[in-house]
């Protein structure tokens, strides 16, 4: 009887051995996670109120085609060209905004359109946002813990690989998801999502002002939005 008790007391301390290592490896992962997360939160605060910049966004699809977006703002200025399809399929779409008003031109093999004081705003809707953004510092710890985190690299550029992070503001697949943030400036460069990838690229403060000419008029044809 003694030795039956003795050997379940050795089993009882086996046991709760595991699950104090299993914590314990738990809290380091959660904390080691949280770190990284909040430096690469507080690095993207240095450019979140930018207004001089431009993100180019290629999203290729699993079927090989791709959408190019290129975003630009310069004070009250902005500028969103958009690029679809190839060949004679091929759509090219610009808007401006000069502070003013809100002029779109799409180009397609057969016709070149443009609409003058269109309202449709959406179309120039871009903010430079913070991916791994949380609503309270409990959210951050949850997804700490969730989320796997891995070093690599993009375009030569060192990069956390953020797999399960799953926050509303960083896009995943149902079977593959991963996010490639910068190390020095804490943006998205790259995701990976069920055999979509997108890819993004930035620059500040040198955007020129010529970027925010409109294309000659004569050579479209008006239409009223």
């Not at 069920?194 to 690229?201: F, K, L, Q």
């Amino acid at each position: 009887m003694e030795k039956r008790a003795s050997l379940l007391k050795k089993i009882l301390m086996v046991v709760l051995i595991i699950l104090l290592l299993a914590i314990l490896v738990a809290v380091i992962h959660t904390m080691r996670n949280f770190s990284i997360i909040r430096g690469l939160q507080d690095k993207f605060s240095a450019y979140a109120d930018s207004t001089n910049y431009h993100v180019k966004t290629t999203t290729t699809e699993p079927d090989g085609s791709k959408l190019v977006v290129d975003f630009y703002q310069k004070g009250d200025k902005q500028a969103r060209f958009i690029e679809s399809g190839e060949g004679d399929s091929l759509v090219k779409l610009a808007i401006y905004n000069n502070g003013e008003r809100i002029d779109m031109f799409t180009e397609t093999a057969e016709e070149k359109i443009a609409t003058l004081g269109s309202n449709n705003s959406t179309l120039l809707e871009y903010k430079l946002y913070n991916a791994l953004e949380t609503k309270n510092m409990g959210q951050t710890l949850f997804l700490s813990f969730l989320a796997r985190i891995k070093e690599g690299e993009v375009d030569g550029k060192e990069c956390y690989v953020f797999e399960h992070y799953c926050n509303p503001n960083v896009m995943y697949g149902v079977e593959e998801n991963a996010s490639f943030f910068e190390k020095d400036t804490g943006f998205e460069l790259k995701n990976h999502m069920d055999g979509t990838i997108i890819e993004r690229e930035y620059e500040f403060d040198n955007i020129e002002d010529s970027v925010f000419v409109e294309p000659n008029i004569g050579e479209y044809r008006l239409q009223m939005d």
